[in-house]
Every structure is written in C-alpha cells, then in structure tokens.
C-alpha cells in the first residue's frame, strides 16, 4: 500500500448502526462459493460541509442524525452503509460498485440531506487494507475508502489524488 502516512491524519466516526450494517454485509460476501468482496456507499457527513448540514440535521430521522458532539468537529461521520452490488468480473478479489445502484443511492442519500462520506468494501480473504488495484481505481479524492473484513476489522483511509492517508476510525453509539 502506498500511503502519505501510516499515523492516523484525521477520524472517521462511525454509528454503531452503520459499522454492524457493513460487517454483517462482508460476512454475507464471505459465506459465499468462492467468498465475494461486497461493497456500497457511506452516508452522513462530510467535515467540509458539516455547517451546512448542522442547520438541517433536525429535520433527519435520529437514526441518520450525527450528535450534535460529532458535527462540526472536522472529523468525517457516517450514519448510514448502503449496500451496492459488486459487479465486478472477478468478486473474490475485486470490487466494482454498480453504476446505476451508486447513481440511485447517492441520490437517495442526498434527499434525506446525508452526504457521500464515501465508500466500503471487503476484503474477505485478505487484511483490510488498500492493495494496488484499490490504489489504481480510486478516483474520489478527499473521500473516505473504508475496507473491512468478516472477522469485525475495518481501517479507513482517505484518497488524496496520489495515496491513502490513514484515518482513525471511532465507533459511536
């Protein structure tokens, strides 16, 4: 992995609700025949429009709500995990999200007044962390890439254009 830094550059905060829902995701991927990598977009709040998103968290649902401690704190939160099919040629060890479920679900995201934080998949057979095709196919840059595994490990790292930086993930709630 080629990473700016392997000390955490910022936090990524996590709901409780969005961490199980993206578990319990790569363990359905990991129990099939061969094992699937699994994959779909992260929903909350972006740092960078976090004060916007402070005057209209009132008017989301609670469970897609971040603390009132959490927004504006420059740290990333991710309140909701929504699965996209993985139409990838090769599951097992590559990820592609599907173009028009992305398309839908950004969509879906932003109605609810939730930003793309950004994206998860898995790493079924492998530890969770970018390899070279991860490194060779990001395209969001100053987006969140989080990669877990079945066995509950998660790491989350933020592509600059050129490399992950690593970032400290907090589980809340």
Known sequence: MTSK???????????????????????EGAATTPPSEVCGVLGGYRA???????????????????????????????????PV????????????????????TIDTLESRGLDVVGFYHSHPESDPVPSRTDER????????????????RLNAFRWTGAAFDVLNVITEG
């Open 137 to 152: 196919r990001a395209t969001w840059t100053g987006y969140v890439y989080l990669i877990c595994h079945p066995d509950g």
């Open 5 to 27: 830094t392997n000390t955490p550059t910022s936090n990524l905060v996590l709901t409780a609700e969005a961490r199980e829902a993206i578990i319990a995701h790569a363990r």
């Open 85 to 104: 099919p993985n139409v990838a040629d090769d599951p097992r060890t590559t990820y592609t999200l599907d173009p028009e479920t992305t398309v839908e």
């Open 48 to 82: 960078d429009t976090a004060a916007t998103n402070a005057d209209d968290a009132s008017a989301t649902d609670s469970a897609e709500s971040a603390s009132a401690d959490d927004i504006g704190t420059g740290s990333d939160t991710v309140t909701v995990a929504e």
